[in-house]
């Protein structure tokens, strides 16, 4: 197939051409507007790969869509591009409105045109993936509660609010135009190459460097965690599996608080970098807790089971497994 990715240089949608570069034989388009939190050396591996191309373009340009369109003739789109950071879109609301809705609705455009104008065979083949978050359903409360898919939406954040009216409109023009569509909805992505505004990897750079670990409130805020390349693995299952108008949980099944996320990267550190700044005696020193965000969620949870009966698909990581995997990374790659 040719496939087209949208916000392949991002930290999922990296993992994604990784894994298609390295494990299928399909040609891959990365689209990609290169924002602040793109980071084209995830991509070091495969950028001069055959079976690589790159188009640095805005997904709201409607007219360099359709030329790619054109030229590339995708067999599959992959729609990863979004601004996706929670605290950012409480300020710089406006972003996440022009790209996770404007963009899905001009590249749904782009790709209903597109599709329209192939042979039937053709058509019948194509298939666009959109992929969403778990942040959309709001917050299971603290109960043992779990979204499935056809729980109704309730999102918080202008972030998950943008998430969930693209995948309105991603229903809509599947529904009014029969353009051959499918939907995930992952929780907490984590692993190497993710941008340091996210918690993770922010604190292993602030650990590192002695700096605070600001945590928002208790710090009992609860998240399932999914390893990247699991969720590149399940994205892949999906595109070629499901059939037209699927929906699918994404989990890692590994529910933590933020303050266990932190304390237990803390604790690989001792053991992984146990040369500290000379100002602290172990890293939990550096645990500080913050005023919480506003509309923060306290939880979110999602049954996967869907996903795992219909397709088979299991992540492959626990969070101990992949934590273990990620710190070893950000050591070894600090600049």
């Known amino acids: 197939m040719?496939?087209?990715?949208?916000?392949?240089?991002?930290?999922?949608g990296s993992a994604v051409i990784r894994f298609l570069i390295g494990h299928t034989e399909h040609q891959i388009l990365n689209v990609d507007k290169l924002t602040y939190a793109a980071n084209l050396t995830a991509l070091q591996t495969v950028t001069h790969h055959a079976r690589y191309h790159f188009s640095r373009t805005d997904i709201t340009n409607r007219a360099a869509l359709d030329s790619?369109?054109?030229?590339f003739k995708p067999d599959a789109v992959i729609h990863l591009a979004a601004e996706s950071h929670v605290d950012r879109s409480l300020i710089h609301t406006e972003v996440f409105m022009y790209t996770n809705i404007l963009g899905t609705y001009q590249l749904l455009e782009a790709s209903k045109n597109y599709w329209q104008s192939l042979p039937r065979i053709k058509q019948e083949s194509f298939r666009f993936l959109h992929v969403s978050t778990d942040e959309v359903y709001g917050d299971c409360g603290t109960s043992e509660h779990l979204f499935h898919e056809s729980s109704p939406y309730v999102p918080s954040s202008p972030y998950s609010a943008s998430k969930a009216s693209s995948d309105h409109l991603v229903h809509a023009w599947q529904r009014s135009?029969?353009?051959?569509?499918?939907?995930?909805?992952?929780?907490?992505?984590?692993?190497?190459?993710?941008?340091?505004?996210?918690?993770?990897p922010l604190m292993i750079q602030n650990a590192l460097a002695g700096k605070p670990l600001p945590i928002y409130g208790n710090g009992q805020q609860?998240?399932?965690?999914?390893?990247?390349?699991?969720?590149?693995?399940?994205?892949?299952?999906?595109?070629?599996?499901?059939a037209i108008g699927e929906n699918y949980n994404i989990s890692g099944d590994q529910s933590r608080s933020n303050l266990e996320v932190v304390q237990a990267i803390c604790g690989l550190l001792e053991q992984l970098a146990p040369t500290k700044p000379t100002h602290i005696r172990q890293y939990t020193d550096l645990i500080t807790h913050v005023t919480d965000r506003p509309g923060h969620d306290f939880r979110y949870a999602i049954d996967a089971g869907k996903i795992q009966r219909q397709l088979g698909w299991r992540p492959q990581e626990d969070f101990e497994s992949g934590l273990l995997k990620t710190v070893q990374w950000y050591l070894t790659h600090q600049t």
């Open 177 to 200: 135009y029969g353009l051959p569509t499918l939907m995930t909805h992952c929780s907490n992505n984590y692993g190497p190459y993710q941008f340091p505004e996210k918690l993770i």
């Open 222 to 242: 609860i998240r399932d965690w999914l390893f990247v390349d699991d969720h590149a693995q399940a994205l892949y299952t999906v595109l070629t599996q499901s």
């Open 2 to 12: 040719n496939i087209l990715v949208t916000g392949g240089a991002g930290f999922i």
């Open 68 to 71: 790619l369109f054109e030229t």
